[in-house]
């Protein structure tokens, strides 16, 4: 297959740049200048080798394809309920679309956490249907809803539903997830990585989030159970100095994929800000182009919460990808759809459980059929 021929195997030139976990690292994060100059000390002493696998593609079963559609139609079942119990209620003894019946849908759609702007489309594509035939009925109105939220994510050609590829010409290619803490984003990671080794990538990880203590074991748990190497300095290095080894290894190790964690909580945001530009700084200076990927991660449950985080992270940052989480057990998952249709982000993954299999593509159609089904 095309897409995997660039494979080149270099085991000899592999370059060990891992320190010992116990190296006594003390850089403090609070006390990085603001406008500081980015200077990256290379590891010293390099004592551990980090061998990323060769990789070997698995095809997609039948019945793994199969097990995530029931994985989203179960996840989604929350939202679902809530929002056709609404419905079904708000068009009780109505037989056709009136103002009254587009009142409460509008009210339905802005608590269902699709957002105000979103949601104000909505209703205007579903009044237009209105104005159109005036006796549209309300047994219609499941229908002609599923027609205008798919329009609308399609014009926003937001998840096109492609498989888990990346462009060929980048390799490294370096993928760096940020977002605040506890949405997921080292747990986005491990299933990432393990769906790239699916797909036959050679994965690397990078423990660049150094703040919390227990950050960098999570992470290497989980770099254990998918099968892939970490690397890593532990809590309190430089979360940039982590970085650059991380992307350094990956050239040396001709490896095809770089997935780096970040912390979620420094002491403010400016700080955060900063550290994720360091980061950002210290990856071009191995590769001129990386970061290629800035993936914003996102806890859907956290509804109208997760789109001010997206606002101020894109503020702050250049955010190229978004990830949605938990999105199982939360009847917030309208917020997709007003994220998709109110940033000019694509939402490329979603999350619908802990597990390393339950991180999906984001496939707008999938999506709203599983919602509207
Ligand atoms: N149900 C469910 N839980 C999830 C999902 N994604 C992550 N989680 C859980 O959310 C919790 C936080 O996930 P982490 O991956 O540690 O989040 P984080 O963003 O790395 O957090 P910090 O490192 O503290 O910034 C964990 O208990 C995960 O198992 C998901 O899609 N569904
Ligand atoms: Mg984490």
Redesign the pocket.
Known sequence: MGLFSFFKKKKENQEPVVTPENQNVTTNIEETPKEEKVEVAEAEQPVGTVVAEEPEVKEITKEEVEQAKEDLDHGLKETKRSFFDRIAKAIVGKSTVDDDVLDNLEEILITSDVGVDTTLKIIKRVQDRVARDKYLGTNELNKILREEIMALLQENNSGDGSTFRIPEDKKPYVIMVV??????????IGKLAYNFKRAGFKVLLGAS?TF?AA?VD?LKIWADRVGVPVVTQGMGADPASVAFDTVKSAVAQDVDVVLI?T???LHNKVNLMNELSKIKKVCQKVVPDAPHEVLL?LDASTGQNAIEQAKQFMAATDITAMAL?????TAKGGVVIGISDQFKIPVKYI????KME??QIFDRQEFVNSLFD
């Open positions: 977002g605040v803490n506890g949405v997921g984003k080292t747990t986005t989030d919390r950050a999570q964690d912390a979620g909580r991660v989480t938990k999105l199982d057990g999350g619908v459980g802990e339950n991180l």
